[in-house]
């Protein structure tokens, strides 16, 4: 059965969090990250500076901005108004790299200098696929809007030795079912209950790319680097490159000075891997968020308590969430 259960109060669970007597205390906790709210009015300490983010297509197009996004659906609604497209035409963007590079790709935080490269869509394919073994080996992720994309092929699986399947395809349909609004997970869990032995069916739609994967175009800034182009056409960059623009699923985003430490960074890291063994998919700002919520607590129990209140619609069983608690009591031994 799963771990987390459904349905109960928030409130009445923080009500009934055990306080333990004689507890270890936890550790001296960093200070707060200062955040403000991110609006057109700008950034604290800057009345007068908008935050907005020069954006271009991957394949190529003149250079545009966005601002005014609390989320990654109203961001890529933004880019969509921009462009003339359609929201549902982008697969993921890439940060400060028009390639298909997914250690590039844009998550819950934007650099406040990061320039945003769109990928939209390409060609649509279909593939038959016999799943040969238990595993096929990818990794899927999501862009927070609904769609959801091929991050990771490993070497030697099922799919390595199909050539038209790669990284960045957005995946449609599974024998015909659509996974059009499905989360990353969701498609993942479908993936790993298609029978072995059995032929299966791929629908997909590759990014669209640029000839010879020549540098994308813009318009007048051929002799500007892409940091350059994040302090001029009106709008100051707010920041020294450690400030980000962290979205959030519920509230405005908010301007943060990261300050994580490298604890935190290899716990993120053993966290996601994690995930990836257990799901199939790869996502550092959930693995980050599992890491923030084991801060400074002391035991299992009210580790528990947080992830169900926060992640409970993900039911991880709790074998999963004492492999999560270990890793992040791993990454603290290991400082």
């Not at 109203?74 to 549902?88: C, D, G, N």
């Not at 990794?139 to 050539?163: E, H, M, P, R």
């Amino acid at each position: 059965m799963p771990f987390f259960r459904k349905g109960d109060d928030k409130k009445a669970r923080e009500a009934k969090r055990p306080r333990r007597e004689g507890s270890i205390p936890p550790p001296e906790q960093p200070k707060p990250t200062p955040s403000v709210p991110a609006s057109s009015s700008g950034a604290s300490g800057h009345p007068h500076r908008e935050l907005a983010f020069h954006i271009q297509l991957a394949h190529g197009s003149p250079t545009k901005k966005v601002k005014d996004f609390r989320n990654a659906r109203e961001l890529y609604q933004r880019i969509a108004t921009e462009f003339k497209i359609s929201p549902a035409e982008i697969l993921f963007c890439t940060l400060n790299t028009h390639k298909i590079d997914m250690t590039k790709l844009l998550g819950g935080q934007i650099g406040l200098e990061d320039f945003i490269f769109v990928h939209v869509h390409g060609r649509s394919k279909e593939v038959t696929i016999n799943k040969s073994a238990a595993s096929l080996g990818l990794t899927v992720t999501d862009n927070g809007a609904g769609c959801a994309f091929i991050k990771k092929i490993k070497d030697d699986s099922v799919l390595s030795k199909i050539t038209e399947v790669s990284v960045g395809d957005h995946i449609v349909s599974i024998n015909g079912q659509s996974l059009a609004g499905c989360r990353h997970y969701e498609v993942a869990k479908q993936l790993k209950e298609l029978p072995q032995h059995c032929d299966f069916v791929l629908k997909l739609i590759e990014p669209h790319k640029a000839f010879d994967q020549i540098a994308p175009r813009s318009s007048g800034a051929s002799s500007k680097t892409v940091s350059s182009l994040a302090t001029d056409s009106g709008t100051e960059a707010v920041g020294s490159g450690r400030e980000t623009l962290r979205l959030r699923a519920n509230g405005p985003p908010v301007v943060e000075v990261i300050e994580d430490s490298a604890w935190t960074v290899k716990a993120a890291n053993y966290v996601d891997d994690l995930l990836e063994s257990f799901m199939g998919i790869r996502d550092n700002e959930l693995a980050t968020t599992m890491v923030d919520l084991g801060k400074g607590v002391t035991d299992f129990g009210p580790f528990t308590t947080a992830m169900n209140d926060e992640l409970g619609e993900f039911e991880f069983p709790e074998e999963f969430v004492r492999d999560v608690w270990s890793a992040i009591l791993r990454a603290q031994r290991e400082k």
